[in-house]
């Protein structure tokens, strides 16, 4: 009959086993020029409060990605590595601080993500460059009342 030593240390070696087993997930990465689908993917368990805000190309609470693009455009083109680093700053602290840039909408800090999601994130957006890589979205047109429903 085991001890309960050798119990305790076969429980433990088991669990430290299966736990290595339930959080071993497939890697997922994000590299510029991937596209949305992929994009979706990376950030779907880290920082889901980014599609909460953000579209590829329409404005939600916060500005498209095409148009931080277009904004850090220029920026990135003289100091690449700086601008991600900045970008990757305001994903992991938000902007509370900063004066606004994007129409005065307070980004929140993302605390579930790490210093590198943050920056394959910014390089992802950078990536983008301002320009359409998705169908622009039409604007819904208004309903007009027809000559029967209009009130006499």
Known sequence: MPTLKA??????????????????????????G?????????????????????????????PSYQEVAAKRKEEAAKDKDGTVKMLAEKIMKGNASSPPVYGGAIMT??????EEEAKKIAEWVLALGGEAKAEEAKPAEEAKPTEEAKPE
Not at 7 to 32: H, M, R, S, V, Y
């Open 7 to 32: 119990l305790c240390i076969g429980l433990a070696t088991a669990g430290t086993l299966f736990a290595g087993i339930a959080f071993a997930e497939e890697a997922i990465d994000l590299k510029p």
């Open 34 to 62: 991937d596209d949305w689908a992929a994009f979706e993917k990376f950030t779907e368990k880290k920082v889901p409060p980014c599609k909460t805000c953000h579209q590829i190309d329409k404005k939600l609470v916060g």
């Open 109 to 114: 800090p993302n605390t579930m993500v790490t």
